[in-house]
């Protein structure tokens, strides 16, 4: 995974003319915030599908950007992977979800549960479904699944310093295949409620 999770479309991008970045963020910021309450209101014995993540995304960045609740149309490359292209995007993602809820329903213990979570993120990123905004929205649904297990939201990161680079260094580590310092970072964080 390369550092560069903070991006910030140029400013002619968004739907409201906003050409300050900070004010662009700010918005974003708000967005992510109702994105989480909408979460909040979800029933938790419901299984977790695409046009919810859809919603989620809609909600998140809707005010501001046209692509919001859509998925990818263009490649990407993150980190070292290359996610699949955006005409795989979709298949990938009922793939995803269908395994995703697989897991939810089988994962029993607390380990399991670490291990559904990791896998919730990861792979979420590494299909990198959205233009932008996959990382927000794929805490937003590790956070579900966090929820669905009893447990509080988890903050994987701040938006600077040592733990912004340990995020940055575990999913580095996913990508070549160790996902045990993402796993750490998620038991780290870890209270049930």
Do not use: C
């Not at 299984?47 to 995304?57: F, G, N, Q, R, V």
């Not at 298949?91 to 979570?117: D, G, R």
């Not at 990861?122 to 805490?139: A, K, Q, S």
């Not at 310093?161 to 870890?190: H, S």
């Amino acid at each position: 995974m390369e550092n560069n999770t903070n991006w910030t479309p140029f400013p002619d991008d968004n739907l409201l003319g906003i050409t300050d970045k900070d004010l662009i963020n700010e918005h974003e910021a708000e967005g992510i915030a109702k994105a989480e309450l909408y979460v909040f209101e979800l029933d938790s014995e419901e299984p977790l599908s695409t046009s919810l993540l859809l919603d989620i995304h809609r909600v998140a960045f809707g005010r501001l950007y046209d692509w919001a609740g859509k998925w990818r149309t263009t490649e990407v490359m993150v980190g070292q992977l290359l996610p699949p292209k955006p005409n795989h995007v979709l298949h990938s993602m009922y793939q995803f979800i269908e395994n995703l809820n697989f897991k939810i329903s089988v994962a029993l213990t607390p380990e399991e549960h670490i291990e559904t979570l990791t896998y919730s993120h990861f792979e979420f990123i590494r299909i990198h479904p959205f233009n932008n905004g996959n990382g927000r929205t794929g805490r937003i649904l590790m956070n579900i699944v966090a929820l669905k297990f009893g447990y509080q939201p988890i903050e994987l990161y701040y938006q600077h310093g040592d733990n912004r680079k340990a995020y940055i260094n575990a999913m580095k580590q996913g990508d070549l295949g160790n996902f045990e310092p993402l796993k750490n970072l998620i038991r780290e964080e870890l209270i049930a409620f």
